[in-house]
């Protein structure tokens, strides 16, 4: 081969390289394609975000247990609610709104918004999705999206922070007790409410080791009469004592009772 025809098979070799190596580069096969698709995009834009929305804050309305978060708020809050968490949704899916709503940890501090609270909402929101048709994977996304945001959210109460202390001895967490304090004797007072009027009241209190109920306090109030009544009430609770590793232990209950329209608790 002479060195000019050597030269010529080589810029040959290359030129057909150059052609053929992106077909095998993930990376620059990708770069073709653009940037993939956004959740947002994916999920079919805007209307099924506000369908999913609308879908998820229904099915929170018809819940009794999430009842004594719609209180006391006129039509126009509850919609203006309902605009910020779509936008939110939709800005943090990659479309094309800008969320001007509260940060989520002053618009949700002092709620008082339990795990328990957090994973059936969580239930309604898979249900949602899945009612508009999201798919398994985006539905993922938009599930670990959402889950991003509970630190926020969710609020243990103060009082249940590991190692708090009733009398000197450490109280436990429903959560972490082997058998949970068993009521023997209890009794819910029957507040006097307007026929539709529906009230919520989260309790929380220590079931000491000889199964009486320890400084029972308000964590969301209901109105000062029912909160009263219903404290004056647990007060007089009695219990088979929560255990851990076969040992009486005091534990902290946190409770959400609910009144009227026929409630039952
Ligand atoms: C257990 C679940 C939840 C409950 C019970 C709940 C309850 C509430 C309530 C009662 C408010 C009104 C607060 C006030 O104005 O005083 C609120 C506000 C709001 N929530 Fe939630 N929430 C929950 C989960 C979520 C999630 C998962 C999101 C986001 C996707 C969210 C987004 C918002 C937004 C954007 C606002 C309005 C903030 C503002 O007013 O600027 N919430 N929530």
């Not at 959402?146 to 429903?174: C, F, H, M, W």
């Amino acid at each position: 081969m002479s060195s000019l025809s050597g030269l010529r098979w080589l810029v040959a070799r290359a030129v057909v390289l150059v052609a053929v190596l992106p077909l095998f580069s993930p990376v620059l096969a990708q770069e073709k394609a653009g940037p993939s698709k956004t959740l947002y995009a994916r999920m079919g834009g805007y209307d099924v975000i506000a369908a999913v929305v609308d879908d998820f804050l229904s099915q929170l309305a018809a819940d009794p247990a999430f009842r004594r978060f719609g209180q006391g708020r006129s039509q126009n809050t509850l919609v203006k609610g309902r605009q910020l968490i779509v936008d939110q949704i939709c800005q943090l899916s990659g479309g094309p709104c800008l969320y001007i709503g509260r940060d989520m940890k002053p618009s949700h501090g002092g709620l008082a918004i339990t795990d328990a609270e957090w994973e059936s909402s969580e239930k309604k929101m898979i249900a949602s999705l899945q009612k508009s048709k999201v798919g398994e994977v985006d539905r993922q996304e938009f599930m670990a999206m959402i889950n991003k945001l509970k630190p926020d959210i969710v609020e243990p109460p103060a009082p249940q922070a590991p190692g708090a202390t009733y009398d000197g001895s450490r109280v436990y967490a429903e959560s972490e007790v082997d058998k949970s304090p068993l009521l023997v004797t209890h009794e819910l007072p029957k507040p006097n409410l307007r026929p539709s009027q529906v009230v919520s009241v989260t309790v929380s209190w220590v079931v000491t080791v000889e199964g009486s109920v320890h400084d029972p306090s308000i964590v969301a109030s209901a109105s000062p009469e029912v909160d009263v009544l219903v404290v004056e009430a647990i007060r007089t609770w009695r219990y088979a004592p929560g255990e851990k590793d076969g040992k009486a232990v005091p534990v902290r209950i946190l409770r959400t009772y609910t009144f009227g329209s026929g409630t039952k608790n």
